[in-house]
């Protein structure tokens, strides 16, 4: 086992995993940005090193100043939590190539997941359901001819990348010259790639993930699914775990699906398969993410297997002490994503000093955070400030549970959207299970 690990990452996913590797006896080290000196992380962690400026690209995404410090401090593994470096298969590689070991999958694995239009083929031989569509487009003319054959409506994505940048939806042939355009040049700006494909939108669906944790023995597991339909512009609010209105069949076959597609790409560590869910109960991959989801906790909550601490033993060796029939998933959680954002002007950001702060509690009430009363919030990094999760028995107790909590919650000094996330859990299509990825939108 590994004797001390550095968290390439800040906030409170670099809180979960110091939490972690201290329950294993595991020294930490913590990186951090100048912007981020006064961060709870910093102070938690055995040792921590400024790795920057401010902004990302001089910090958090600048892989030799992160590695300067792993070399430093004798870290034997680098944890990249979400975003960040965590999907990055040139840092991936950097590490092997410094003895440096990185807690997840292979750079080959990475770099081939990242690539939608690879992994797309990928899942196909596998026998995994994919949306129909087509590999890359060369130029404006071929969009046209495969957009014939594909249909409309249809999405224009980029091959790199995430967060719903690098996406067009084009609803008729009159707009796919000017959104192909936009696709392309969106993507290159935000992930210095251009290249994209095309595939059939379908509507109304959910979003609907499966965690995979696998070991370098063979060894593959599906922990279960995520609900993650309840979004805006691409992004999630709101997660709960498991989906209601899957059959158990259902279930079972993506189960299945899930495996394959590990066993397919030979994967090592904590991964999670999203795939779209239609109203005839069929599903399709979408994407593979290479990393530790933001809503790992709900997955935890309703299996109670520690998703941080199995990432640490697989990258240490370790195999899995746990085969697929004995995963049980019981109960039902939820987690809000608690942004500090205001949903009643237009999602606007919003940042300053946290004057007071009080955090609800009581039986299976979570609350993932690393902001504290006296906290400043910066304006230079994402808007989610905590992850409030609750757990019961069913989803009715759960939602009331998770309402009880968002009152309860009391963040002074910055909008945060957890007045929002409560009316959002009163909508009929969520009380009933049947919202799907654009409700959200509908309502708003």
Known sequence: MFRKILIANRGEIAIRVI????????????????????????????????????????????????????????AEAIHPGYGFLSENAEFAKLCKEYNIVFI???????????????????????GVPVIPGCELVKDAAHAQEEAQKIGFPLLIKARSGGGGRGIRLVNSVEELEQSYHAATSEALAA???????????????????????????GNVICLGERDCSTQRKNQKLIEESPAVIMSAQTRQRMIEATIKAGVAVNYTGAGTIEYLYDKDGNFYFMEMNTRLQVEHPVTEMVTLIDLVKWQVRIAAGLKLDVKQEDIECNGHAIE??????????????SCGHINMLHVPNGPWVRFDSAIYQGYTIPPYYDSMIGKLIVYAKTRDEAIRKMKAALCELIIEGVVHTASFQAEILSMQEFVDGTYTTDYLEAYL
């Open 19 to 74: 939490r972690a590797c201290r329950e294993m006896g595991i020294s930490t080290v913590a990186v951090f940005s100048e912007a981020d000196r006064e961060s709870l992380h910093v102070s938690l962690a055995d040792e921590s090193y400024c790795i920057g400026t401010a902004l990302s690209k001089d910090s958090y995404l600048n892989m030799q100043a992160v590695l300067a410090a792993a070399l430093a401090s004798k």
């Open 104 to 126: 997840g999958p292979d750079a080959h694995v990475i770099s081939s997941m990242g690539n939608k239009d690879r992994a797309r083929s990928t899942m196909l031989e596998a």
């Open 191 to 217: 992930f210095g790639d251009g290249e994209v494909y095309m595939e059939k939108y379908l509507k109304p669906v959910k979003h609907i993930e499966m965690q995979l944790l696998a070991d370098s023995h």
């Open 336 to 349: 809000c994503r608690i942004n500090a954002e205001d949903a009643y002007q237009n999602f606007r950001p």
